[in-house]
């Protein structure tokens, strides 16, 4: 599949909106993967799919996360988090993505993970800093993917992390491990 049928196919899934900022995320991808040596075709890729599934109905993407035997305490914490696997799982089933590179940096780009691949990182900060993002603490994170992915990785966990504190939500453990992997590789 190349670019044009993979937005093509992703267009159908989502707002406008959400299409535009798919796209924002995919150019960013693509320039993060050029700075830090990433594969620039498969960050393309992964940044066109990361949101697929961003508009399926909470009940399908449970019963997907539970039949498909997906970690289950995804399901105690924030519904926000289950677009993520369930988009690789969906992206590899209607979309025919086979490449396991690309369904993990689907997958993980909401939570991170320990032992997150260059790859994962490229989509997490390219989510997080696409010219369509305006919340406080961008700028920042835009200033160190300048230069260094990982900090630029742990700057937007923690502010994601501090965001839902301040609302008093959850933190989905997951979110927590991959930030002390983080700082523990320094
Ligand atoms: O799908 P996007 O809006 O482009 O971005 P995303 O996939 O990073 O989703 C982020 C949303 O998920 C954000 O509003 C915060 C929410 N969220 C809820 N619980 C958690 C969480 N994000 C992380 N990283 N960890 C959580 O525990
Ligand atoms: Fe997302
Ligand atoms: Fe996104």
């Not at 035997?69 to 988090?81: G, I, Q, R, S, T």
């Not at 696409?130 to 961008?138: A, K, N, T």
């Not at 990982?150 to 991959?178: G, Y």
């Amino acid at each position: 599949m190349n670019r044009e049928e993979a937005l093509a196919c992703v267009k159908e899934q989502l707002t406008e909106h959400r299409y535009i900022h798919t796209i924002g995320v995919t150019d960013t991808a693509v320039i993060l993967a050029g700075r830090f040596g990433a594969d620039t075709k498969k960050a393309e890729m992964a940044a066109i799919f990361h949101d697929y599934a961003k508009f399926r109905p909470k009940e399908e993407m449970k019963q997907i996360i539970v039949r498909e035997k997906m970690p289950a305490e995804l399901l105690d914490y924030n519904a926000e988090l289950w677009h993520a696997p369930v988009g690789a799982y969906l992206a590899e089933k209607e979309a025919g993505i086979t490449d396991p590179e690309i369904l993990d940096a689907i997958r993980y780009h909401t939570s991170g993970r320990p032992g997150m691949t260059l790859l994962d990182k490229v989509i997490y900060v390219a989510d997080y800093i696409e010219p369509g993002r305006h919340f406080p603490g961008v700028e920042e994170v835009r200033r160190l993917a300048e230069t260094d992915l990982n900090e630029a990785l742990i700057q937007a966990m923690k502010n994601t992390m501090i965001f839902l504190m301040k609302k008093n939500q959850p933190v989905f453990p997951e979110t927590f491990a991959t930030y002390n992997w983080l700082v523990s590789q320094k």
